[in-house]
């Protein structure tokens, strides 16, 4: 098993910037690829980023790419998103997943976190 817990949500403006984390423990963090997703209210979730095992890969939703970046720590067992020029739009509850396999497929990600709201205001 895999446990994820995200961190940093939180409540701002239009145009500025925040990080999110998500820390994992359980099994050898490096044994996973990482992905973040989100759910706005109403609407089903979408892929946000994933980053593979080693980092060496990455993979946007277009409409995040240029503004997020997702990054990871072996040593720190952790996943992180920064996101910057955030929007009115990409407000929703952002969730952390974890698989073996580095996919930007929903369904394909075995473990998930309880995900963290993210509102931004315009």
């Known amino acids: 098993q895999v446990q994820l817990v995200e961190s940093g949500g939180g409540l701002v403006q239009a145009g500025v910037s925040l990080r999110l984390d998500c820390a994992a423990s359980?099994?050898?963090?490096?044994?996973?690829?990482m992905a973040w997703f989100r759910q706005a209210p109403g609407k089903d979730r979408e892929f946000v980023a994933a980053?593979?095992?080693?980092?060496?890969?990455?993979d946007y939703a277009d409409s995040v790419k240029g503004r997020f970046t997702i990054s990871r720590d072996n040593a720190k067992n952790t996943v992180y998103l920064q996101m910057n020029s955030l929007k009115p739009e990409d407000t929703a509850v952002y969730y952390c997943?974890?698989?073996?396999?580095?996919?930007?497929?929903?369904?394909?990600?075995?473990?998930w976190g309880q995900g963290t709201q993210v509102t931004v205001s315009s």
């Open positions: 980053i593979s095992r080693s980092g060496a890969y990455t």
């Open positions: 359980g099994r050898t963090f490096s044994n996973y690829a």
């Open positions: 997943a974890a698989d073996t396999k580095f996919t930007t497929r929903e369904y394909e990600y075995e473990y």
